[in-house]
């Protein structure tokens, strides 16, 4: 019998030591982010001065989420679930010894030596490999934290921010002319501030997907083979595997294109590219679609199981919305049809879910505003520049550009796979935090390439 470390409906995680501790521990970390600043920028003037917002960005969002959580929610929530699973954990070194506390930091649910059944079978969290890594994490944190919750929230907030901002500088490295809007983009959408920051696998996952991408683009295209890269490359690709296989699934496909196009751009002979081009994108989408079916072999986001994943978590997740009284953040694409026939009919509904959607009149909880405005600013943003610059002027810069290509392509094959299988606004919001820097980045190459058009009209 699984006992439910449980969400402590109305207890209050966030007490006095929250609010004497930390602030010590912030100004700590603050004043170490400040000392290793010119590391973590290269000594690239360009960038320094948007560090410490983009760091107090992330703080402050996890912070408020926590908040948020405790106020609005009432204590609810999966946050105070990996908090009181990672204080558990920790207490193992204390209550048993700290070799236990190894053995279990190892142990899985399908293989949990007997002699340790007696305690990891009271953690609801043990019976996934994602959502017990997290809670591996958090106990290493509350050893750290004092077990005071908003100062467990800091370190999570800081490694998040740390992933983000490899990515921010790696793009700065590549496009220096849009490092102000590079930092709108992957910094301040208003659901990477909310959900990017505080203890939850978004955080974590945020953080690698940036360490994944900063370090493909080191090794790969610009051939830099350091142990450095290639060990960011490995643990990235681990932890993403790990927490959120699908990240995987659909970024590498998109890296795979973007990769061989970049290659493809190099090509002096213009007619040689144009020529070239379909059968790249060809290679590198049926490359990366065997990777992916490999990689999440025996996982429920395996391509064979994927209609079942889709089917399940969705019957799951209106069911769960339902019994906490949250059925006004549902929404359905129509019939739950998965066959191909059936998920090709749905790509538009749900690429539109997950990139406009709640509309501002869906939305039904402060955090689903959020994502509404969020969601409004990317359907107008979209609106304006498709009709400012053309459809076929956005089609060529696809094809003379291969980031906007990448960005765009992750965008829609992470929207598409998200808005599938989500249906609840709620966990859309979250499920789609990869994603929004990427299609915040594609934008903000459109508003850049208007600014220069209407500039040369001048």
């Not at 944190?141 to 467990?152: D, E, I, R, Y």
Request: aromatic residues 20%; glycine residues 6%.
């Amino acid at each position: 019998m699984i006992f439910l470390i449980s969400f402590h409906d109305g207890y209050s995680h966030i007490t006095f030591q929250d609010l004497f501790l930390t602030p010590i521990y912030g100004l700590f970390i603050a004043a170490l982010m400040m000392a290793s600043r010119k590391s973590l920028c290269q000594n690239k003037g360009k960038i320094i001065p948007y560090f410490f917002p983009a760091f107090l960005t992330k703080v402050l969002g996890g912070i408020i989420l926590g908040l948020i959580y405790q106020y609005y929610y009432k204590g609810a929530g999966d946050t105070f679930v990996y908090y009181t699973s990672g204080i558990f954990m920790k207490n193992i070194i204390f209550d048993h010894s700290f070799m236990t506390y190894f053995r279990c930091l190892w142990a899985t649910y399908e293989t949990c030596p007997p002699d340790l059944t007696g305690i990891m079978y009271q953690l609801y969290f043990f019976q996934g490999n994602s959502t017990y890594f997290i809670v591996k994490i958090a106990s290493f944190f509350a050893l750290l934290s004092f077990n005071t919750f908003l100062v467990m929230t800091l370190f999570f907030s800081t490694v998040s921010f740390l992933g983000t901002w490899l990515m921010f500088r790696l793009f700065t490295d590549l496009y220096p002319e849009l490092t102000k809007k590079g930092f709108y983009a992957i910094f301040l959408a208003p659901s990477v501030i909310m959900w990017g920051g505080g203890i939850l696998k978004d955080s974590i996952s945020l953080c690698c997907l940036g360490l994944f991408f900063y370090a493909f683009v080191r090794l790969f295209m610009e051939r830099k083979f350091t142990i450095l890269n290639w060990t960011i490359f490995v643990f990235s690709f681990y932890v993403i595997y790990i927490v959120k296989v699908y990240i995987i699934a659909c970024f590498i496909p998109a890296a795979m294109m973007y990769l061989l196009l970049r290659y493809n751009s190099n090509i002096k002979s213009q007619m040689t590219k144009i020529i070239l081009q379909p059968f790249m994108i060809l290679i590198a989408l049926g490359s990366g679609f065997m990777i992916v079916t490999k990689i999440s072999e025996g996982t429920q986001f395996n391509v064979a199981n994927i209609q079942q994943t889709a089917y399940a978590t969705a019957s799951w997740i209106n069911y769960s919305g339902s019994m906490w009284g949250e059925r006004s953040s549902a929404y359905t694409l129509g019939d739950y049809d998965y066959s191909i026939t059936g998920v090709i009919k749905k790509i538009p509904l749900a690429i539109n879910v997950s990139l406009y959607r709640p509309y501002l009149w869906e939305c039904a909880s402060v955090t689903m505003f959020l994502g509404g405005i969020e969601s409004l600013f990317f359907l107008l943003a979209t609106l304006y520049v498709v009709y400012k610059i053309g459809v076929g002027s956005v089609i060529r810069l696809l094809i003379l550009n291969p980031f906007i290509s990448f960005c765009l392509f992750f965008s829609l094959t992470f929207a598409l796979a998200v808005g599938m299988t989500s249906y609840n606004f709620g966990a859309l919001s979250r499920y789609k935090v990869p994603m929004v820097p990427f299609y915040s980045l594609f934008l903000a190459f459109m508003f850049a390439f208007l600014e220069r058009k209407n500039n040369a009209r001048i």
